[in-house]
């Protein structure tokens, strides 16, 4: 069983800038791919960015292309998402994601494990 717990969420201005942090239990994180997805109130969760299990290719959504950078550092059992630039229309739950499998597309049914996700305002 893999615990994701995610952290560094809040408000903050358009324009601004957040880093979100998903810290696992385990002692497999580097046998992950993981993943960024973010839920909108009123809408359908979505893909923001995944990361294989060394961190060698990413992938993200066009909405937050050049905007969001998502790494991860194996020797913490941790993920990250820099979150620069931020929009109103960025405001969500953000969850991360854990594939049990070293590469991982952005289709959510990939994803076994998932945290309890962080709250995310950009206010305008």
């Known amino acids: 069983q893999v615990q994701l717990v995610e952290s560094g969420g809040g408000l903050v201005q358009a324009g601004g800038s957040l880093t979100l942090s998903c810290t696992t239990s385990g002692r497999t994180f580097s046998a992950y791919a993981m993943g960024w997805f973010r839920q909108a109130l009123g809408k359908e969760r979505e893909f923001v960015a995944i990361?294989?299990?060394?961190?060698?290719?990413?992938d993200y959504a066009d909405a937050v292309t050049g905007r969001f950078t998502i790494s991860r550092d194996n020797g913490k059992n941790t993920m990250y998402l820099q979150m620069n630039s931020l929009k109103p229309e960025d405001t969500a739950v953000y969850y991360c994601a854990a594939a049990r499998a070293l590469v991982a597309g952005p289709e959510e049914s990939l994803y076994e494990y998932w945290g309890q996700g962080t709250q995310v305002t950009v206010s305008s």
């Open positions: 990361i294989i299990w060394d961190g060698g290719n990413t």
